[in-house]
């Protein structure tokens, strides 16, 4: 067991911000700001695209994305005038060069990767990542229409006509096969690990962490989960993580803050209570225990699939499992 595998490393936060139901809501109360305080306890320095951090030599607000929709302004004669097109290209220029240097620049990358949300940033981080060895840690929830209120009393007829237009549900929230060979089996799960519990409590991290200790292992990883459970109720900035999500944001201006405000007033917002379309479920592989076990000093497995001739001389796929050696990583102190 080590003090702290990932202490002083960096890690880039990838995930759906353009077609999200409000950026406002994603931005100080979505996954990135629920995990945030987890992550700065365990000293993990957070490259999160929504607080971009300053570019040198560029103004302050370099590839900063606003909170309210932009697009508007393109739709006139977007597919009319290549001057627009050129326009929609530079002008988001800067977004994705300070995104793909915060990739660049992060020892590990967490991607949340709903398959109902269309996220092109996304997958192109991702990739970005895997073609530097960097490990990718990918959360792909469930999706069904029974999350949502106005579609569970669809008739049967009418939910074939939404999967006909793409609408799909994913009620075990499979991530596409692709995902497998890109990032690996091993690190996908289905949630983070809060699903179950009170977005809105005051004492939502002392309930996270309380959570996690109180939990049973994953069949097999009993002596390896006893270890990391020991480790997470010895180390002491979890055991002091406490208090709400909103107690431990930092908003950028008043106006956000009141645009926050008014959007959680909004009825589907305020009678949420739960992280996922306020669906509260548990997870079958939660993406905080992993995180936990890998800072306690576990190094995660990884499949590589190797051809080889079998007795009939037919080439045949055989899965070897071993030590993921992307999560070998550098010291800050050595360096």
Request: charged share 25%; glycine share 8%.
């Amino acid at each position: 067991m080590t003090g702290n595998l990932l202490q002083n490393t960096r890690v880039y936060l990838s995930g759906p911000m353009d077609f999200v139901g409000s950026r406002v809501v994603e931005k100080y109360f979505g996954w990135r700001a629920i995990l945030t305080p987890v992550l700065k306890a365990l000293s993990i320095t957070v490259l999160d695209p929504w607080n971009k951090p300053r570019v040198l030599g560029h103004s302050a607000d370099y590839g900063r994305e606003g909170l309210l929709p932009a697009k508007e302004r393109y739709e006139t004669d977007f597919w009319t005038s290549h001057q627009t097109r050129a326009r929609f290209e530079q002008e988001f220029w800067e977004t994705v060069h300070i995104d793909l240097r915060m990739t660049d620049i992060s020892d590990f990358v967490i991607a949340f990767v709903p398959t109902n949300i269309y996220s092109v940033g996304t997958v192109h981080e991702i990739i970005t990542a895997r073609n530097q060895l960097k490990p990718v840690l990918l959360i792909s929830p469930p999706i069904s229409y029974d999350f949502f209120p106005a579609l569970k009393s669809l008739t049967g007829e009418q939910k074939k006509a939404l999967k006909f237009y793409g609408l799909k549900e994913n009620p075990h929230g499979l991530p596409s096969q692709w995902y497998g060979n890109v990032v690996g089996g091993h690190n996908m799960f289905d949630g983070f690990g809060w699903e179950h519990l009170n977005l809105k409590g005051p004492d939502f991290y002392e309930q996270l962490i309380g959570d996690f200790l109180d939990s049973e292992p994953a069949p097999g990883e009993n002596p390896k989960w006893q270890q990391t459970r020991k480790w997470v109720a010895q180390f002491e900035p979890l055991r002091k993580l406490k208090g709400g999500i909103l107690d431990h944001v930092t908003f950028a201006d008043p106006a956000e803050e009141r645009l926050l405000r008014e959007a959680l007033e909004v009825p589907a917002e305020r009678d949420r209570h739960y992280f996922w379309y306020n669906h509260a479920y548990q997870p079958k592989r939660t993406f905080l225990s992993h995180l936990l076990s890998i800072a306690s000093g576990h190094i995660p497995p990884k499949t590589t699939i190797l051809s080889e001739y079998d007795e009939a001389g037919e080439v045949r796929q055989r899965p070897l499992e071993s030590i993921d050696d992307n999560w070998l990583l550098l010291g800050a102190e050595n360096l």
